[in-house]
Structure formats: C-alpha cells, structure tokens
C-alpha cells in the first residue's frame, strides 16, 4: 500500500506516466477522479493527501470534505477555479505553476498581434475564396516607430516586450506592482496611470491576472479612451475584457481591431460574436501550449506535491502570507 495518495480531479492527456514519475520519489498512488463534477469529487476527494487540478472547479465545499490534504496544486498559472480562501481557512497550502508557458504565450501575443495589424488570417480566407485583392485591408500600418503597450509587465509582458522591440516600436508598460528597476531593464517605459495608458498606444496586450481590480477593465469607458486606429490582444483571462462592449466598440469603428486566445465563457455556446467580426481574431485558448512547455507543466506540478509531503515547503506557495499570519 503506498504511503500517500494523490487525487487528481481531472485529466486531458492519455496516460500520468509523467506525474507517477515523479510521485515514485515518495512513495505516492495517484489516483482519477471519475468526473469532475462537484458531486463526484466530494465523494472521491475526502481522503487524498494532496489535490492536483487541472480544470475541474474545487469550492469551498469540497475543500471543507477534506481531511487530511495538505497541498492543493494547480496546473496552471491560474488559480480562479480553485477557493483559496477556503483552502487557507483549513490549513491547506495552495500552489500553481506560474512559471512554465512564459516564451509559449509571448510567442502566441506577438502572433495574434501581427496576424491583427497585417490583417493574415482576414486576407488568407479572402483568398481561399478565389479574391486577390488588398484594397478592403487597408489600411496596414508601418510597425517602426508605433507605441506598443503593456497592461501587465510581469515575466510574460516583459517577453513581449523583447519581441515588439525587435521592430522598432518604443514598449510602454502599466502595472503598479512591479518596481522601476525591472521595468528599466525590460526597456518598458513606465505609465503611472491607465487614463494616460490607453490614449498613448497604438497597440496593446494583457498580462493581468483576473482580480476584482481587473475585472472587465477593458469596457466602453476605457475603450473610449483608445486610438481609433489601436488594436487590442489578450493572452491572459477573458474576463478581463467586457466582450459586449468590445464587440460594440468594433462595430463602431472606435478601436481597429482585437485578438483574443481567451473569453469568459470557454468553452464558448456555438460562435462568438466577436468571432463574426472580419477585424477580431480568436484562437481556443492555445497560447499556453508546445509539447515541451506540457511536459514542464506536469513536472513542476508534481514536484510541489512531492516537496509539501517529503516535508519542505512548495517553490509558489499562494496563501503562503495568509497561512504565516
């Protein structure tokens, strides 16, 4: 009988070979949950020593079944589908793994934002079609001399950076979270507030987490703020954006464009409006995504498991603050 077990809510790869590797180390069985409905993990959950999630929701009901679980681990950089709260009212440590898709999501940022201002995938289908024609793109502008913007400058906003720079735009950045010395070494010029942000550029991507702070911060009155001429990308949440607001805001011509890896809603019901639009472009939430930066993902998540229950502390530890007060 193994020494530990470890509950994993939910799974979209064939095999855990890759994290059974790393449980060997302590002696650990990982076991599946059969759903990942609420229901179905309060009865599965209540006595595994660690929860590893992916996708499944973990409320505080299902926190509050578990009786000796020590660590909950998201293999994700997010942790919107799991209580923390909850988590630290019990004692239990939360973890994540915020490290492991940085150059994949840059890469995917400047991807949609190129795809956008160069207007590819609108041309691509046009020619599918049978049209050889460049008129109804325009205008495409020169990318050299252009204001790109960051609302984020953590480790993927300052990888953007990096990127965008490489074609003669200046990088500006808002997030008051992070210090001058940083940004300085990024090359990102910092704007103090976002009523100065949004006038300034001319193209922009999100790089926030989803907080009450940040929730729908791009809406009409910030939309109204823009150049007419600005495009919009997100790699980070959907619910960062007002989606009906956006789509009004296309309609009306007052932004140029947008592309968007994420929504609020995902999967969404049927097509998204916004998918309707020639100037929007939306991938299915791919940005993440190499077959390298997978196998990292489920490596490190592990390896918090397997820290917190050979008795040291995780590397990202979340409610680290409110579980030492």
Not at 160 to 173: D, L, N, Q, T
Not at 308 to 318: I, N, R, S, T, Y
Request: proline share 5%; net charge negative; hydrophobic share 45%.
């Amino acid at each position: 009988m193994a020494k530990y077990t470890v509950f994993m809510t939910d799974t979209a790869y064939l095999d855990t070979s890759i994290e059974e590797a790393e449980l060997l180390a302590i002696d650990a069985e990982l076991r599946l949950s059969s759903s990942d409905d609420p229901a179905t993990l309060l009865a599965e959950v209540a006595d595994c020593d660690a929860l590893l999630v992916n996708f499944a929701t973990v409320g505080a009901d299902v926190i509050n079944a578990l009786s000796r679980c020590k660590i909950i681990v998201s293999a994700a950089i997010g942790v919107d589908n799991i209580d923390v709260e909850a988590a630290t009212r019990r004692g239990i440590m939360v973890a994540n793994v915020p490290d492991y898709c940085i150059q994949e999501v840059a890469d995917h940022t400047v991807s949609l934002f190129l795809a956008s201002i160069r207007k590819v995938v609108y041309l691509a289908d046009r020619v599918k079609t049978g049209f050889w024609q460049i008129n109804d793109a325009k205008p495409i502008p020169r990318l050299r001399g252009k204001v790109y913007g960051l609302l984020g400058c953590g480790s993927i906003g300052r990888e953007v950076a990096k990127r965008v720079a490489a074609f003669g735009m200046e990088v500006v950045g808002y997030d008051p979270y992070v210090p001058n010395d940083v940004l300085a070494q990024a090359n990102i010029r910092r704007i103090e507030n976002l009523d100065d942000f949004f006038p300034l550029v001319d193209a922009f991507s999100l790089h926030a987490p989803l907080t009450d702070e940040t929730y729908h911060v791009i809406n009409c009155e910030t939309l109204k703020k823009m150049k007419p001429t600005a495009y919009l990308i997100n790699t980070s949440r959907g619910a960062l954006i007002n989606e009906n607001h956006l789509y009004q805001a296309l309609k009306e011509g007052i932004i140029a464009g947008a592309a968007m890896d994420v929504l609020e809603c995902e999967p969404p019901k049927g097509v998204p409006d916004l998918a309707n639009l020639p100037n929007v472009t939306i991938t299915p939430h791919i940005a993440f995504y190499s077959e390298e930066s997978i196998v990292e993902l489920r490596q490190k998540a592990a390896q918090e498991i397997v820290r917190v229950l050979a008795g040291q502390e995780p590397l990202h530890w979340m409610n680290r603050k409110q579980m030492k007060k």
